[in-house]
Nanobody, 119 residues
Framework: QVQLVESGGGLAHLGGSLRLSCVAS??????????VAWYRQGPGKERELVAI???????NYVDSVKGRFTISRDNTKNTVYLQMNSLKSDDTAVYYC???????????WGQGTQVTVSS
């Protein structure tokens, strides 16, 4: 059974940094074939895609985080990261990790981790 567990959320000050991690267990040695992504859902908002790192290595970001957030992965640890710098109040949200493989018909989600940015 595949399970994604996020960590690293919490309270940060405006302009501060946080690093989120997401460990995929039960996914075996094929983690590298998955596209990985971070989504977020802020208060009263719909869930949005924040960053995605596809199997081939291409990264894409929502405009609001470009230049501030970086998505990366360590396939040896079955882990996805989201480095968040220069945090803004609008970054306050629950952040969710996602691993997806169209070829396998697989789509997994973590339980979410809260990020709160305050002044």
């Amino acid at each position: 059974q595949v399970q994604l567990v996020e960590s690293g959320g919490g309270l940060a000050h405006l302009g501060g940094s946080l690093r989120l991690s997401c460990v995929a267990s039960g996914i075996g040695s094929i983690f590298h074939i998955y596209d990985v992504a971070w989504y977020r859902q802020g208060p009263g908002k719909e869930r949005e895609l924040v960053a995605i790192l596809v199997r081939g290595g291409q990264r894409n970001y929502v405009d609001s985080v470009k230049g501030r957030f970086t998505i990366s992965r360590d396939n040896t640890k079955n882990t996805v990261y989201l480095q968040m710098n220069s945090l803004k109040s609008d970054d306050t949200a629950v952040y969710y990790c996602n691993c997806k493989s169209a070829s396998l018909g697989a789509d997994y989600w973590g339980q979410g981790t809260q990020v709160t940015v305050s002044s």
